[in-house]
């Protein structure tokens, strides 16, 4: 193994990158490795894959990526200094990518396999289709998951979709032009969510439906917890979107409970003491909680649009400080390409 030189990368503009966040999930992209060869060598794509290593716990294996590869050029693994979740991880490799590695495109995936290096020759075909313009993302026409995350992924998706106006198909499975990595490396939401990042900021993009895979090794690392932090993130990406219609829809429920306590004025004649009691409190009680809530979703929407005045995070100039080294494990006693 030997450290990459970071002025050295394979030459010609046809060679794929294959960017794929991990952490400690070594035995699952050690499987995947060979599912990539095969998949680019019936396209006849060269390709290099850079794992990005996201403070991992456990140490890469001895044996990890010693098989023989006959479209993969390259293997390399960029280390983080700590671990940052695998969307900031993505968006560390993304710069990278940018900085060191010019190439025809990027696939991003995981490295669970739960995205299947056998879909890549689909997603580049699509590709090639657009002109090499457009990001290519996978849409999850199926999922593979349990009933009960299921139910609440669509119940996500609901959500998702009133609060921002976008439906949630795509993740990180998907194809980059080079030449569109110089607008994402400049786009602060890729630090927080990449596929949301994308389609907000109104890149040219497309999706293709392909079924979402399963594991090849391994248990998942992501928890409930992350999993809900992930959703999150992506309704950050929309922030002010988020608050506006959270303000618009706070100012419709308090027009419609004007309304009925109009209705309620005017047949108070006929109802019983206690039901006119009963529904006076219930008035009362949602509009007290109605008025508070319009002041937090005009301080989200303007504390998220006066964010805009100052840029904070910029991708391409704060990355690279997470970034500790880059390793080459494959080829094993090869210098560096020059």
Same mark, same amino acid.
């Given at each position: ?7 050295? %990368? ?5 060679? !794929? /990158?294959?960017?794929?966040?991990? $952490? ?6 050690? &499987? ?7 998949? $680019?060598?019936? %396209?006849? *794509? ?5 794992? !990005? ?40 490799? &993304? ?25 890549? @020759? ?11 313009? %457009?990001?290519? =993302? ?9 009933? @009960? ?9 609901? *959500? ?6 976008? @439906? /949630? ?28 990042? !994308? ?5 040219? =993009? ?49 027009? &419609?409970?004007?309304?009925? *306590?109009? /209705? ?8 019983? @003491? ?19 809530? *319009? ?6 929407? =303007?504390? !998220? ?34």
């Amino acid at each position: 193994m030997t450290l990459l030189d970071h002025s050295q %990368s394979l030459p010609g503009s046809d060679r !794929v /990158v294959v960017l794929i966040p991990l $952490f400690n999930d070594w035995e699952a992209a050690d &499987l995947l490795l060979g599912e990539l060869d095969r998949a $680019f060598a019936q %396209s006849g *794509i060269s390709a290099e894959v850079l794992f !990005v290593d996201d403070g991992s716990t456990e140490s890469m294996p001895a044996g990890f990526s010693r098989g023989r590869f006959t479209a993969l050029r390259a293997i390399d693994i960029l280390q983080l200094r700590r671990n940052l979740g695998h969307q900031r991880a993505i968006a560390v490799g &993304l710069v990278y990518v940018y900085e060191k590695r010019p190439c025809r495109a990027v696939v991003v995936m995981d490295s669970d396999g739960e995205d299947q290096p056998a879909d890549i @020759p689909r997603l580049m075909e699509r590709f090639q289709a657009e002109g090499q313009r %457009s990001i290519v =993302f996978a849409a999850r026409s199926k999922r593979l998951e349990r009933f @009960p995350f299921r139910i609440l992924y669509h119940l996500y998706r609901f *959500i998702h979709r009133a609060l921002t106006g976008d @439906p /949630v198909r795509v993740g990180n499975f998907s194809v980059v032009p080079f030449e569109s990595l110089a607008k994402l490396v400049v786009i602060p939401e890729i630090w927080n969510h990449y596929a949301a990042a !994308v389609i907000r900021s109104r890149m040219r =993009f497309c999706s293709i439906p392909i079924a979402r895979g399963r594991r090849v090794a391994g248990k998942s690392k992501m928890n409930f917890i992350g999993l809900l932090l992930h959703g999150l993130s992506a309704f950050f990406v929309y922030g002010d979107i988020v608050g506006a219609r959270l303000l618009i829809g706070i100012a419709l429920a308090l027009i &419609l409970e004007v309304a009925l *306590i109009a /209705v309620w004025i005017g047949v108070r004649v006929t109802a019983s @003491p206690s039901i006119l009691s009963v529904a006076a409190y219930l008035a009362g009680l949602l509009g007290i909680v109605l008025l508070q809530a *319009i002041p937090i979703a005009l301080i989200l929407v =303007f504390s !998220v649009i006066g964010s805009r005045v100052n840029i904070g995070f910029l991708p391409i100039r704060d990355c690279p400080y997470f970034v500790n080294n880059v390793q080459r494990v494959y080829p094993v006693a090869a210098a560096a390409p020059s």
